[in-house]
């Protein structure tokens, strides 16, 4: 197995009628509402977001927190604030900071009420439309928001439908739109870091390559982390790593050892790279590595 350059090159032709829908649909909005995965903040935002909601109030969410390193998430939260963005931590799937957030659109959207009361528009709903990139949550989120099932749990782009207002809370209404973008990659480290979460579908990419990417990571940032998962020998881990093996070839050969102790064995004692990958894969995206944040500030 050899380190290679990935060249992430995809982008689905359907998202210019989408994108196209939500420009005309924030006509009507108040507030953005933009949800992150909060291990890659800003791979997760679409590049787009940023241009054709420059005039709008924004609340960032950075999600799945449940599998962020928290310290660094709160890095983030500082971060956007420094930009002048309020972000709120939540966990979707169990609903942890969604009233937060019902909250922080409230203190964004006082100036907007103030406006409405100066014209008479007494008791007129803040407007507030949700943004997000496949597989950060929003589906899930919309459920906590909306309190119901309104949105259906998935990763695929949405269809549009007829314009729909969902009352959240008084006072603040939601359009209930699929608002789901795929970005066009800005670079290689982008592509990367979505396919890692799982944004990109495994069978779009080389999944044996990506896991190498993700596993040359984690030895870097969270080796320990490796180590406890998978029970491997810290001394023969330090061997490795302080061999004269050149680097990528010291990633294969823990990918090797975890290979073993995980019985990803073909005949003949042969690594079963595809079956390891997707183990490293799958155990990092559902936290059993640990709480790990891929972007750090």
Request: net charge positive; no cysteine.
């Given at each position: 197995?050899?380190?290679?350059?990935?060249?992430?090159?995809?982008?689905?032709?359907?998202?210019?009628?989408?994108?196209?829908?939500?420009?005309?649909?924030?006509?009507?909005?108040?507030?953005?509402?933009?949800?992150?995965?909060?291990?890659?903040?800003?791979?997760?935002?679409?590049?787009?977001?940023?241009?054709?909601?420059?005039n709008?109030?924004?609340?960032?969410?950075?999600?799945?927190?449940?599998?962020?390193?928290?310290?660094?998430?709160?890095?983030?939260v500082?971060?956007?604030?420094?930009?002048?963005?309020?972000?709120?931590?939540?966990?979707?799937?169990?609903?942890?900071?969604?009233?937060?957030?019902?909250?922080?659109?409230?203190?964004?959207?006082?100036?907007?009420?103030?406006?409405?009361?100066?014209k008479?528009?007494?008791?007129?709903?803040?407007?507030?439309?949700?943004?997000?990139?496949?597989?950060?949550?929003?589906?899930?989120?919309?459920?906590?928001?909306?309190?119901?099932?309104?949105?259906?749990?998935?990763?695929?782009?949405?269809?549009?439908?007829?314009?729909?207002?969902?009352?959240?809370?008084?006072?603040?209404?939601?359009?209930?739109?699929?608002?789901?973008?795929?970005?066009?990659?800005?670079?290689?480290?982008?592509?990367?870091?979505?396919?890692?979460?799982?944004?990109?579908?495994?069978?779009?990419?080389?999944?044996?390559?990506?896991?190498?990417?993700?596993?040359?990571?984690?030895?870097?940032?969270?080796?320990?982390?490796?180590?406890?998962?998978?029970?491997?020998?810290?001394?023969?881990?330090?061997?490795?790593?302080?061999?004269?093996?050149?680097?990528?070839?010291?990633?294969?050969?823990?990918?090797?050892?975890?290979?073993?102790?995980?019985?990803?064995?073909?005949?003949?004692?042969?690594?079963?790279?595809?079956?390891?990958?997707?183990?490293?894969?799958?155990?990092?995206?559902?936290?059993?590595?640990?709480?790990?944040?891929?972007?750090?500030?």
């Amino acid at each position: 197995m050899e380190e290679s350059k990935i060249n992430i090159n995809w982008y689905p032709g359907h998202m210019a009628k989408t994108k196209k829908q939500i420009i005309e649909d924030l006509k009507l909005i108040d507030v953005v509402v933009e949800i992150l995965d909060a291990r890659i903040p800003l791979s997760s935002q679409n590049p787009d977001v940023k241009g054709y909601t420059k005039n709008k109030k924004k609340v960032v969410v950075l999600n799945k927190t449940d599998l962020a390193d928290e310290i660094e998430t709160k890095k983030w939260v500082k971060y956007f604030a420094s930009k002048g963005i309020p972000a709120v931590i939540t966990d979707a799937n169990n609903g942890k900071g969604v009233t937060e957030v019902i909250r922080a659109v409230k203190e964004v959207a006082k100036e907007t009420q103030e406006k409405f009361a100066d014209k008479g528009r007494i008791g007129k709903s803040v407007r507030i439309m949700i943004l997000g990139i496949p597989n950060v949550g929003k589906s899930s989120f919309i459920n906590r928001i909306t309190k119901k099932n309104t949105a259906q749990v998935g990763n695929k782009p949405g269809v549009t439908r007829q314009k729909q207002w969902i009352r959240i809370d008084e006072g603040i209404e939601l359009m209930d739109t699929p608002g789901v973008l795929w970005p066009k990659f800005e670079s290689e480290e982008v592509g990367l870091h979505l396919a890692f979460t799982g944004s990109i579908k495994d069978d779009i990419l080389e999944k044996t390559e990506i896991a190498y990417q993700l596993l040359s990571f984690l030895v870097k940032e969270y080796l320990q982390n490796i180590i406890d998962r998978y029970k491997l020998d810290e001394n023969i881990v330090k061997e490795i790593l302080n061999s004269d093996e050149e680097e990528n070839m010291k990633v294969v050969a823990i990918m090797e050892d975890i290979a073993k102790k995980r019985g990803a064995i073909l005949s003949g004692g042969r690594i079963d790279y595809e079956k390891v990958s997707g183990i490293i894969l799958d155990e990092f995206r559902s936290g059993k590595i640990g709480k790990i944040t891929i972007e750090k500030i």
